[in-house]
């Protein structure tokens, strides 16, 4: 079972992060991730939940999903990863996990925070290299999202957490770009992403950056303003 922050019961959107064990890739072929996002379809009828954006990638996936109850989120996840699971292991005559724990989420707190949560989804295949725009990945619902969906979801006055949040976001960038905290102080190309990603998009603190990655705030700064 996936940790839910106490706040978690003050939204309806979550960012759900899933990854393969050892970070290897478990949708490898094209018709692995069709056939995972049969599964997600097929479920999201069943269950009282609607797909906003998905992105699947060769190790992981990005999916941002809406719920009015949090444990109709769990039920979805464990049934979409354990057919897809089932189905993986019969195709590729294995046994054992495939995904590296259960799955992480991430609660959504406002509206800025949706659309940076959609944008960033969108845009993983780029940043990963695959493609130049995030409209000619075949395997997101980039062509498919409704752009303007303003008006249609309510959002409550949330006194989110900062240092909660910060921690979130930097615990989803290392697994997505598997990479260990540790590794990002050689890494400045890596931590000057991760530093604009917590900064602008989520106006946390460079104090709360500094402190998070224990990192002089001094050099937070620098790399910052570079």
Same mark, same amino acid.
Request: charged fraction near 30%; include cysteine; proline fraction near 2%.
């Given at each position: 079972?996936?940790?839910?922050?106490?706040?978690?019961?003050?939204?309806?959107?979550?960012?759900?992060?899933?990854?393969g064990i050892n970070k290897s890739y478990i949708?490898?072929?094209?018709?692995?991730?069709? !056939?995972?996002? $049969?599964?997600? =379809?097929?479920? *999201?009828?069943?269950?009282?939940?609607?797909?906003?954006?998905? #992105? %699947?990638?060769?190790?992981?996936?990005?999916?941002?999903?809406?719920?009015?109850?949090?444990?109709?989120?769990?039920?979805?996840?464990?049934?979409?990863?354990?057919?897809?699971?089932?189905?993986?292991?019969?195709?590729?005559?294995?046994?054992? !996990?495939?995904? $590296?724990?259960? =799955?992480?989420? *991430?609660?959504?707190?406002?509206?800025?925070?949706?659309?940076? #949560? %959609?944008?960033?989804?969108?845009?993983?295949?780029?940043?990963?290299?695959?493609?130049?725009?995030?409209?000619?990945?075949?395997?997101?619902?980039?062509?498919?999202?409704?752009?303007?969906?303003?008006?249609?979801?309510?959002?409550?006055?949330?006194?989110?957490?900062?240092?909660?949040?910060?921690? *979130?976001?930097?615990?989803?960038?290392?697994?997505?770009?598997?990479?260990?905290?540790?590794?990002?102080?050689?890494?400045?190309?890596?931590?000057?992403?991760?530093?604009?990603?917590?900064?602008?998009?989520?106006?946390?603190?460079?104090?709360?950056?500094?402190?998070?990655?224990?990192?002089?705030?001094?050099?937070?700064?620098?790399?910052?303003?570079?």
């Amino acid at each position: 079972m996936p940790r839910f922050p106490r706040s978690y019961i003050q939204t309806t959107f979550f960012h759900v992060i899933t990854q393969g064990i050892n970070k290897s890739y478990i949708y490898e072929y094209p018709e692995d991730i069709k !056939y995972y996002i $049969k599964i997600m =379809y097929e479920l *999201e009828k069943e269950l009282d939940v609607k797909l906003i954006s998905y #992105c %699947i990638m060769n190790n992981h996936a990005h999916i941002l999903i809406k719920t009015e109850k949090v444990m109709e989120l769990s039920k979805y996840m464990h049934r979409l990863n354990t057919k897809y699971a089932i189905y993986y292991n019969t195709k590729y005559s294995r046994v054992g !996990y495939i995904f $590296k724990n259960r =799955y992480k989420s *991430e609660g959504i707190y406002s509206e800025e925070h949706l659309y940076n #949560c %959609i944008k960033y989804i969108y845009d993983n295949p780029v940043k990963a290299g695959i493609c130049k725009r995030a409209q000619e990945y075949p395997y997101s619902n980039y062509k498919n999202y409704g752009k303007d969906i303003r008006g249609n979801y309510i959002f409550l006055d949330v006194d989110i957490n900062s240092e909660e949040l910060c921690r *979130e976001l930097i615990e989803e960038f290392l697994t997505v770009n598997s990479v260990e905290k540790h590794e990002l102080k050689k890494d400045i190309c890596k931590l000057k992403e991760l530093i604009n990603i917590l900064k602008k998009e989520h106006n946390i603190s460079l104090r709360q950056i500094s402190k998070e990655l224990n990192i002089n705030r001094e050099k937070i700064r620098k790399i910052y303003n570079k």
